[in-house]
């Protein structure tokens, strides 16, 4: 059974930095598209960043070139660093995973119904 465990979350002030990781279990990295959505109040859940099993990366205009995403095989980690935060980065940010039918495998092409594996989410909090 896949598990997603997020971690890292936490409050700061907008011009601040970071680091969120996810923890998976039951499936090794090896054909996967993963990636990072993020849902405010009343708001839908958006992909942010997304990384396929070749380390191709696509990011939401909104954060490029703030946000790094990157993954781990070896330690079944994905993790986003975050620069530059703003109050408009307020939201729960949840871990996404699929193993199957991997591609396509990015922002504009992969909706969040299109992935099989969810964590539970963490809060990220950003202050004026």
């Known amino acids: 059974q896949v598990q997603l465990v997020e971690s890292g979350g936490g409050s700061v002030q907008a011009g601040g930095s970071l680091r969120l990781s996810c923890s998976a279990s039951g499936h090794t990295f090896t054909d996967y598209c993963m990636g990072w959505f993020r849902q405010g109040p009343g708001s839908e859940r958006e992909g942010v960043a997304i990384i396929d099993h070749n380390g191709r990366t696509t990011y939401a205009d909104s954060v490029k070139g703030r946000f790094t995403v990157s993954a781990d095989s070896a330690k079944n980690t994905l993790s986003l660093h975050m620069d530059s935060l703003k109050p408009e980065d307020t939201a729960k940010y949840y871990c996404?995973?699929?193993?199957?039918?991997?591609?396509?495998?990015?922002?504009?092409?992969?909706?969040?119904?299109?992935?099989?594996?969810w964590g539970k989410g963490t809060q990220v909090t950003i202050s004026s």
């Open positions: 996404a995973a699929e193993f199957e039918n991997t591609s396509p495998c990015s922002v504009r092409s992969r909706a969040a119904r299109y992935f099989s594996y």
